[in-house]
């Protein structure tokens, strides 16, 4: 790389949404997503940097800031004006000594790496209940001495993402206890752990373009010989790529750089449901 080439950055928003869903009252549903922008240097830079000791500052502009709460820019690299005036957007700018240090202390740490990932930004993203959840969930259990019927529905909402997306890996687990003995009936298909007592349910992915624009169900049917079962909590996960709940987006300001890529993923790291006990469907 020149002393006058733009210089190529990536970047990258991971966002993380946790859920608590208490049966189906929409308005007992507690979100908290949280979000990280990380941006990713290649190696070669470092020596561009030696034969080039005052770069460039690197700015960019966040969009779409106002979804942003509790902003938390690394201290050490990364500077901003809270005068800003723009409520949707802010500017950044990075400490482009600090900057280098870093990148030549990462450098010599891992001499191998094709590229090198510096955090530049830990956030939280205002959320509206159960509208911001990309999955809504609702369970419902029937216990009895000999038996448990077990129903988990589902409801892909496109209304959560900025840009609707599929979701990936979709995997729900629950603990089902009472001795089960045997697996009457269960649809779709899943795993049964008897050493971990726990059904696991795979679903490639979940969008609108699954079969009823990805709506569903889980059933399942437990023969007992210790019933009957305690309603346990559902454990939700899932990943992402292609869009962020918060819909925040980077761009450049000035020149000296471009962005060879910026990618966007979020993921359902864990998320709870809290059951819904009833004596039949």
């Known amino acids: 790389m020149g002393a006058q080439d733009t210089l190529p950055v990536a970047a990258a928003f991971t966002e993380t949404v946790n859920a608590y869903f208490k049966g189906a009252d929409p308005n007992k549903c507690i979100v908290k997503i949280t979000g990280e922008m990380v ?6 830079i470092t020596r561009h940097f030696s034969n080039n000791p005052t770069p460039v500052p690197l700015t960019f502009r966040i969009t779409n800031y106002s979804r942003l709460e509790h902003v938390l820019p690394n201290p050490q690299l990364l500077c901003c004006d809270n005068t800003q005036a723009t409520p949707n957007a802010k500017e950044f700018w990075v400490n482009m000594p600090n900057l280098m240090t870093h990148l030549k202390k ?8 094709t590229y090198y990932n510096v955090d ?4 939280q993203v205002s959320s509206q209940g159960l509208q911001s959840t990309p999955l809504n969930l609702a369970v419902n259990w029937r216990c009895d001495p ?7 529905d589902y409801k892909y909402n496109p209304e959560a993402m900025t840009t609707p997306v599929a979701l990936n890996n979709v995997q729900f687990v629950i603990p089902i206890d009472g001795g089960v003995t045997k697996l009457q009936a269960v649809l779709p298909p899943a795993a049964w752990s008897a050493e971990q ?3 696991l349910w795979k679903i490639p992915d979940i969008s609108q ?3 009823n624009g990805g709506v569903g169900s889980l059933l ?15 454990v939700l996960q899932f990943t992402s790529e292609g869009s962020t709940l918060s819909g925040c987006d980077i761009e450049l300001v000035g020149g000296g750089y471009r962005f060879s890529l910026i990618k966007k993923r979020f993921a359902a790291e864990v998320c709870y449901l809290q059951v819904v006990v009833r004596k039949m469907f």
Request: net charge positive; charged share 25%.
């Open 146 to 152: 000999t038996s448990t019927d077990l129903r988990i």
């Open 220 to 234: 399942a049917r437990f023969q007992l010989t210790e019933g009957p079962s305690k309603p346990a909590p559902l």
């Open 39 to 44: 941006l990713s240097f290649p190696a070669g």
């Open 106 to 113: 990462v450098s010599e740490q891992k001499p191998q790496a």
């Open 209 to 211: 373009k699954s079969e």
């Open 197 to 199: 007592q726990r059904i």
């Open 120 to 123: 530049m930004l830990k956030y």
